[in-house]
């Protein structure tokens, strides 16, 4: 069993930065891919960003350029680095982890473990 927790979230200006941690405990040794999900007030729960363990990273195209994913496997813990943040990035964001190598990725199907989610509200 793995547990996540998220954090970092909040509320920036348009353009603004935000960092997004994700820490895993538990069973983490087998975690293979993780990922970030958001979801915003009545749409669905939409991919963002995934990284496998071999440093592999996949990006939805509407991030593309303006986040990045990245992990520390020493402390269980990914990261989301968001810029240029826009109001259309406001939701909750969702951390996601699978203990195997899920060749997409892009799919909430494919995971295991969910974090609880962070709210990000970007102003305009």
């Known amino acids: 069993q793995v547990q996540l927790v998220e954090s970092g979230g909040g509320l920036v200006q348009d353009g603004g930065s935000l960092r997004l941690s994700c820490a895993a405990s538990?069973?983490?040794?087998?975690?293979?891919?993780m990922a970030w999900f958001r979801q915003a007030p009545g749409k669905e729960r939409d991919f963002v960003a995934a990284?496998?363990?071999?440093?592999?990273?996949s990006y939805a195209d509407s991030v593309k350029g303006r986040f990045t994913i990245s992990r520390d496997n020493a402390q269980n813990t990914v990261y989301l680095q968001m810029n240029s943040l826009k109001p259309e990035d406001t939701a909750v964001y969702y951390c996601a982890a699978s203990a195997y190598y899920r060749t997409s990725g892009q799919t909430s199907g494919e995971f295991e473990s969910w974090g609880q989610g962070t709210q990000v509200t970007v102003s305009s």
């Open positions: 538990g069973r983490t040794f087998g975690i293979v891919t």
């Open positions: 990284n496998w363990r071999t440093g592999r990273a």
